[in-house]
């Protein structure tokens, strides 16, 4: 997500508009769409503030916080698969357990039986 734009930026805005400058003219001079200059002197004339918001962009919560917790349950539970781990840990979907897994190294079960005869290598190159 790119950054707000600046206070001062802001203020010069406003004031063009105050001023009387017409919308298009600020938003050419300014490369500002005018759709946020409204929103600006909307904010402006609600808040009385045209300090951007701060602390929102924190990232999605996590249903996994305790890595090292939830490492030490997967090692104790090594036969299980990622449905299950997800069942037993509690409101988390199997995805998440995969996707936090593969962050921790671990790599995916293919295959649950053993395959009896071991791969052939092809000699051929194409």
């Known amino acids: 997500m790119p950054s707000p734009y600046s206070l001062d930026l802001r203020v010069r805005v406003l004031e063009a508009l105050?001023?009387?400058?017409k919308m298009t003219a600020i938003?050419?001079?300014?490369?500002v769409a005018r759709k946020t200059v409204y929103n600006w002197q909307q904010k402006?004339?609600?808040?009385?503030?045209?300090?951007?918001?701060?602390?929102?962009?924190i990232g999605h919560s996590h249903k996994i916080t305790?890595?090292?917790?939830?490492?030490?349950?997967?090692n104790l539970n090594p036969s299980r698969t990622s449905q299950e781990i997800a069942e037993a840990w509690g409101d988390i979907?199997?995805?998440?357990?995969?996707?936090?897994?593969?962050?921790?190294?671990?790599?995916n079960k293919k295959n649950l039986s053993r395959t009896?005869?071991?791969?052939?290598?092809?000699?051929?190159?194409?």
């Open 18 to 21: 105050n001023s009387g400058m």
């Open 27 to 31: 938003s050419e001079i300014f490369s």
């Open 44 to 57: 402006m004339d609600k808040n009385g503030t045209l300090e951007p918001k701060e602390g929102y962009q």
């Open 66 to 74: 305790d890595k090292h917790e939830f490492e030490n349950f997967v």
């Open 93 to 107: 979907s199997s995805a998440t357990v995969r996707r936090t897994l593969n962050k921790m190294g671990y790599t």
């Open 116 to 126: 009896m005869k071991p791969m052939k290598i092809c000699s051929k190159i194409s």
